[in-house]
């Protein structure tokens, strides 16, 4: 079977033991005699796939009955109206951090609705690190503190987290989510486009307190109201079912493993070997990011020249490892190292980072 070491930014590689399930129970799920997107999402089958998958998530993020999990469509990029809809009243701001591309699109969306002020911003420093955040002050106004826990484009993470008070704390999580040990009952809202640690496009995962929901505004379009959504156990209209299973198969390969602190292990172990060749060898691999602010699902870096770096990722394509390229608007070499990329796949290219520097220097 020709699989690659695939670091494609999102959609991204998966779990071979989850393709695997998928795979065999496509045709007849379980005895039905049809796969299960072929079933009624109002079948007893889909039904449980629903409920496993929803207790999964509280089981392993470390979530009470006060949450609710909810499984819904339009991608995170959705999540940056849908914030802002729910939430912002009269007279309210939502507070923002701006750390990249993904921040800077869900503040154009709550100014398209209403008002974002951002409280701290690296836009000037090119995004190349994550603002301190003991530094911030939230305005008396604000209805949520909004933030990028990982930036896939510019290669920053965050490592400490914000003190937002009483005011609620909302996370795009998208390609950091399950990755490492964390407090998530800090947040009051997390989002997270499934393509990247989750499953396949089509799901964006939204886990929300319920003294949070509560607060959302009364007399919005039905669809476009989280509470519909927690209400009917994201039921109300025909879920992304595909999706759904498969998210369960990760949140089941994840506890198999040991849940987050044993992904945590083995995501540590995979960010230290590429970083170790970036800080070993500064003069032909340059880090973009301030190394506090370094991500571990995303490492951003240059090479000496551009001709370099298309030599490089064409190479390693031709190697086995696929996926390098840097976001089209900041160039260079992007190595996302998702929960699905095996460790020796980072181990294997940090192998073949240092013969081609010793061929290229
Ligand atoms: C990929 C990504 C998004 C966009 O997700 P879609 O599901 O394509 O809308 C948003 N935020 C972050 C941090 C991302 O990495």
């Given at each position: ?342 460790l020796e796949g980072a181990q294997r290219l940090a192998e073949f980072m240092s013969d081609f520097m010793k061929k290229n220097k």
């Amino acid at each position: 079977m020709g699989r690659v070491f695939n670091f494609n930014p999102g959609p991204s590689t998966l779990p071979l033991d989850v393709l695997k399930i998928v795979q065999a129970e496509l045709l007849d799920y379980r005895g039905t005699g049809m796969s299960i997107i072929e079933s009624s999402h109002r079948s007893p089958e889909y039904d449980e796939i629903n409920e496993s998958a929803m207790s999964l998530a509280r089981e392993l993020f470390g979530l009470g009955d006060d949450y609710h999990v909810l499984f819904m469509t339009g991608g995170a990029s959705s999540q940056f109206a849908f914030i802002p809809l729910n939430f912002l009243n009269d007279g309210q701001v939502g507070a923002y951090v701006d750390t990249g591309s993904w921040s800077a699109k869900a503040i154009k969306e709550a100014n398209i609705i209403g008002t974002a002020e951002v409280i701290a911003s690296s836009k000037a420093a090119e995004y190349k690190f994550i603002p301190n955040m003991s530094d911030i002050t939230i305005p008396g106004n604000a209805a949520y503190l909004h933030i990028t826990s990982n930036n896939t484009i510019k290669g920053t993470q965050y490592h400490e987290w914000p003190n937002a008070g009483a005011v609620p704390l909302v996370c795009d999580m998208s390609s950091d989510i399950a990755s490492r040990v964390l407090d998530f009952t800090k947040f009051s809202l997390i989002y997270a486009g499934a393509q990247k640690n989750l499953g396949p496009s089509g799901v964006t995962l939204v886990l929300i307190r319920d003294e949070f929901l509560q607060k959302c505004k009364d007399g919005l379009p039905t669809m476009f109201s989280y509470k519909t959504h927690a209400e009917q156990k994201s039921l109300y209209n025909t879920p992304p079912s595909l999706c759904v299973y498969i998210m369960k198969l990760v949140f089941e390969w994840i506890k198999n493993q040991g849940g987050l602190a044993a992904v945590e292990k083995v995501n540590r172990a995979k960010k230290d070997a590429i970083y170790g060749m970036i800080d070993g060898n500064p003069d032909f691999y340059k880090g973009t990011v301030q190394p506090g602010s370094r991500s571990w699902m995303n490492i951003t870096l240059r090479l000496p020249s551009e001709d370099l770096e298309k030599k490089f990722i064409s190479e390693a394509k031709a190697a086995g490892f696929v996926g390098l390229k840097g976001h089209r608007s900041v160039g260079g070499v992007r190595v996302s190292l998702y929960n699905a990329l095996p460790l020796e796949g980072a181990q294997r290219l940090a192998e073949f980072m240092s013969d081609f520097m010793k061929k290229n220097k």
